[in-house]
């Protein structure tokens, strides 16, 4: 049971860094766009808050460390 809890956890892991690796390489869209973007993961339930904050400070050029404000 905990084998497949772990392997669940690094689904879940992998799927959202594969979504802030396309966010953030997406030249072609403005930081609007990609925080709608990751507004739009977190609606559907596929980040938590605390990635969808991520995401934004990301998209605004704000080191991860820095809280939101």
Known sequence: MGER???????ARASFESDVRAIAADGRTGPAD????AKKL?????ITRDEYETLKRKALGMP????AR
Do not use: H, P
Request: glycine residues 10%; hydrophobic residues 40%.
């Open 42 to 46: 977190l609606d559907d339930g596929d």
């Open 64 to 67: 991860a460390a820095e809280q």
């Open 5 to 11: 809890r772990r392997d669940g956890a690094a689904a």
């Open 34 to 37: 990609q925080i709608a973007t």
